[in-house]
């Protein structure tokens, strides 16, 4: 399976703090996205990652990405209360017919006012 | 910014009744996609489809389940009897290239409800 993994599962700060999720998978990739979830919502895409890239920034969010180890990172930056939603990495798959991403199972992020 | 949109936004049903979830994905997209998700569980891949076929299905999309391009815009959902353990979020997803080499651009969801 390729199926990434957050970590930690539930992330509560102060605005104004600093947020780091991380990722981890099982398979060789292509790319690595990140994608942001409101309540009730569906998923927004953040940042795409591809796999000789090593670092990504986006304004406010800073994404790596360390193939040898299959892991990336999500660093938000400066957090704000509207930064409060999940978090999910996912993966792309370096076989034929790859024709989908996989979801890991997010972080679940909280910004105390 | 366009736009991915799903409707119903929510459906309830009864165990054994089929249903049909309907989105229409931007317009220039090519790959068009489901997923499903349990509440406050894991984002689960269903299907993805492209020229007018399925391109991947996993293993919870089986036989009651399908999916349909039925004109230039619309992309389905069937699932053909609805078990208690369908209750989840519907989402469809489109990209303009596949997803080694783009976003996928989500609706916000159908939520279906089977009692």
């Known amino acids: 399976s390729q199926q990434g993994e957050e970590d930690p599962q539930a992330l509560s700060i102060q605005e104004g703090e600093n947020a780091t999720m991380n990722c981890s998978y099982k398979t060789s990739i292509n790319n690595l996205q990140w994608y942001r979830q409101n309540s009730g919502r569906g998923l927004v895409h953040l940042i795409l990652i591809r796999s000789n890239e090593r670092e990504k920034h986006s304004g406010r969010l800073r994404v790596t990405l360390d193939t040898s180890k299959k892991s990336s990172s999500l660093l938000i930056t400066a957090s704000r209360a509207a930064d409060t939603a999940s978090y999910f990495c996912?993966?792309?798959?370096?076989?034929?017919?790859?024709?989908?991403?996989?979801f890991g199972q997010g972080t679940r992020l909280t910004i105390n006012p | 910014e366009p736009e991915v949109t799903q409707t119903p936004s929510h459906q309830v049903t009864q165990m054994g009744q089929e249903v049909i979830l309907r989105c229409v994905p931007i317009s220039n997209h090519l790959y068009f996609y489901w997923y499903r998700q349990i509440l406050g569980q894991k984002v689960e891949f269903l299907v993805s489809?492209?020229?007018?076929?399925?391109?991947?299905k996993s293993e919870i999309f089986d036989d009651q389940f399908s999916v349909e391009r039925p004109d230039g815009s619309n992309f389905t959902l069937k699932i053909r009897s609805t078990k208690l353990e369908d209750s989840a979020m519907y989402f469809c997803a489109s990209s303009d290239r596949g997803p080694q080499r783009s976003p996928l651009h989500f609706g916000n969801g159908t939520r279906l409800t089977v009692t």
């Open positions: 996912a993966t792309d798959g370096v076989f034929q017919g790859a024709q989908k991403l996989v």
């Open positions: 489809f492209y020229n007018n076929e399925i391109s991947e």
